[in-house]
């Protein structure tokens, strides 16, 4: 009865120092599934592709192994913008809040939240904040 009882005790106070390893270090890896908290990913840095001014840029699940996509979230500060660029593969940006003006190739158009904006290989493109709320997009593509 004693061995029994020390077997759960010490299943329990691994499964709390896990449970509290996970906590502190905000990564929770499971079987199946990795959770990232923002609050853990945040870097304040110059935007992407010689950008101007300063964002801040969250790389999830960037030490994931095997993952074939790349999901980020960046947050262009006021006046800030993502450099123009060549792209070489699929890549998606979709605004989840804030303004700002998104040049492909040679035509200009805004970009507002719920917006979705797919450039294709051989386009080339930036994306510029405006108005008075940061600019917070997600941008999502293929590995390397």
Known sequence: MLTHMKKRFFGFVAVVSISMISFVFGRKYQQGYILEHAKDLAKEQPPPHDGVGMSTAYS?????????????????????????????????????????????????????????????????????????????????????
């Open 60 to 144: 999830y699940f960037a030490t994931a192994p095997n993952l074939k996509l790349t999901f980020r979230r960046r947050v262009l500060k006021k006046g800030a913008a993502i450099g123009y660029h060549l792209q070489k593969d699929d890549e998606i940006y979709y605004i989840e809040s804030g303004t700002g003006i998104m040049r492909m190739n040679n035509d200009s158009f805004a970009v507002k939240a719920g917006d979705g904006i797919l450039t294709r290989p051989g386009n080339s493109h930036d994306l510029k904040q405006t108005g008075n709320n940061e600019l917070v997009v997600i941008i999502n593509y293929l590995a390397k």
